[in-house]
Structures are given as structure tokens and as C-alpha cells.
């Protein structure tokens, strides 16, 4: 079945360590996308990615990279210079005219982040 | 001012009611409207597209109103397991159609 593949479920991350979570997808798609979420709070755009090789950043980019070598994988970096990495990450992926087409965006298991 | 804007609830409502929330958003060139099905900890699912005409899916309907730039879902007769968060979510043109989330409506369905 295709889908998008997010690993690990759960991550601990040591004040000062770079972390990366990985996302995979299997649906063909062009457009992919990471998003946090915080307790009580609403998805917020990191980076995407509309094309391998090409990304953007989103509204909350500071202390994250992104790299986009392959249309099927799209891992996020958490970096040292993110001072409050602990949340929930989801990764999402559209087609190239899914969104217009009304198709929507579809999201993997997401990874909880903490940071100990 | 917010981009999507929904009431975070919590809906509190009893087994068999309607339920309906709204959800605005400030962008005129929007194009595209989902609702989202979020359940605790897990990840988002597409509940249904938000067509112009408005449309339906079993006990659920959804509207657009673009003059007043807001969209609505209703659900009927609420069972147990609708129980969740509902997400609005608007993709507005330009080139990138990046998605924006409102940060959700919460509804609590008790017996």
C-alpha cells in the first residue's frame, strides 16, 4: 500500500545534538512538506519541497535543515541552534495537482521529539 | 490577523446531536479548503474536500462561502467516535499552493 513512512515514532535529543528524522513516501508525489506541532497549538510550515533538489523555507525554518536528493524522501535536521526542538513532527506530501484537484495532502505517523 | 481562524472549543455535545463549526480565513485568492480529522496523538486524515457547491458524505457536509470567505462542516446525528479534532485547511494560489492549518476544533461526544 502507498503511503508515507515516518521513523523513529519517538526520538530523544541531548541539549546540543543534532538530530534527523527521516520521512519516505511511495506515492509518487512532487510536493513534500514538514510540519510542527506543539501542544494545543496548530501545524506549523518548517520547509517544503515542490521539486527534488528545490526547497523553501517555511514560517518556523530557524534550526532546521532539509535536503531533497530523491523524490521519495525528504529527512529534517534538527539542529543545536533550535532552543525548544521538543514537539511533534509531521510529514505531509501532495501531488502535483492533488491540492487543486481537491485530492489534499497526506501525512505521515509523525515523531515526538523530547529533548533531555 | 490569523490566516485560518477556527473556535478551539471544546464542543461538548450529546450522542445523535448536530454539530457545526466554522472556520474563516483572511486570504481572498484562496483556491482550495479541506477539513481534517485529527485524533489525540496521531497524525491528520482527510475527512473531505470543501467543494464550491457545497457537499456531502454520510452524516457529514461541507460548505464554502466565499463572499464571507469562511467554510463550514455540520455533522448529524454525532456517534461516540467522532470524537476528535477537526481541522480546517486552506490552499491558496500563487504557485507554491502551500496548505495553512487553523488550529483545529475540538468535539467531544458523550453518551
Known amino acids: 500500500d502507498g503511503g508515507i513512512t515516518q521513523s523513529p515514532k519517538y526520538l530523544f535529543r541531548k541539549e546540543g545534538q543534532n538530530v534527523t528524522l527521516s520521512c519516505e513516501q511511495n506515492?509518487?508525489?512532487?510536493?513534500m512538506y514538514w510540519y510542527r506541532q506543539d501542544p494545543g497549538q496548530g501545524l506549523r510550515l518548517i520547509y517544503y519541497?515542490?521539486?527534488?533538489?528545490?526547497?523553501q523555507k517555511g514560517d518556523i525554518a530557524e534550526g532546521y535543515s532539509v535536503s531533497r536528493e530523491k523524490k521519495e524522501s525528504f529527512p529534517l535536521t534538527v539542529t543545536s541552534a533550535q532552543k525548544n526542538p521538543t514537539a511533534f513532527y509531521l510529514c505531509?506530501?501532495?501531488?502535483?495537482?492533488?491540492?487543486?484537484?481537491?485530492?489534499?495532502?497526506?501525512f505521515g505517523s509523525g515523531t515526538r521529539l523530547t529533548v533531555v | 490577523r490569523k490566516e485560518v481562524e477556527q473556535d478551539p472549543g471544546p464542543f461538548n455535545v450529546p450522542e445523535g446531536a448536530t454539530v457545526a463549526f466554522n472556520c474563516t480565513y483572511s486570504?481572498?485568492?484562496?483556491?482550495?479548503f479541506f477539513w481534517y480529522r485529527q485524533d489525540c496523538r496521531k497524525e491528520p486524515k482527510l475527512l473531505m474536500s470543501?467543494?464550491?457547491s457545497g457537499n456531502e458524505d454520510g452524516r457529514f457536509t461541507a460548505q464554502l462561502n466565499r463572499a464571507s470567505q469562511y467554510i463550514s462542516l455540520l455533522i448529524r446525528d454525532s456517534k461516540l467516535s467522532d470524537s476528535a479534532t477537526y481541522l480546517c485547511?486552506?490552499?491558496?494560489?500563487?504557485?507554491?499552493?502551500?496548505?495553512?492549518f487553523g488550529r483545529g476544533t475540538s468535539l467531544i461526544v458523550h453518551p
Open positions: 519541497s515542490q521539486i527534488v533538489n528545490d526547497f
Open positions: 505531509a506530501s501532495s501531488s502535483p495537482r492533488g491540492y487543486q484537484q481537491n485530492y489534499g495532502y497526506t
Open positions: 506515492l509518487n508525489h512532487d510536493a
Open positions: 486570504n481572498s485568492a484562496s483556491q482550495s
Open positions: 470543501v467543494y464550491s
Open positions: 485547511v486552506v490552499t491558496s494560489s500563487g504557485g507554491s499552493y502551500i496548505p495553512t
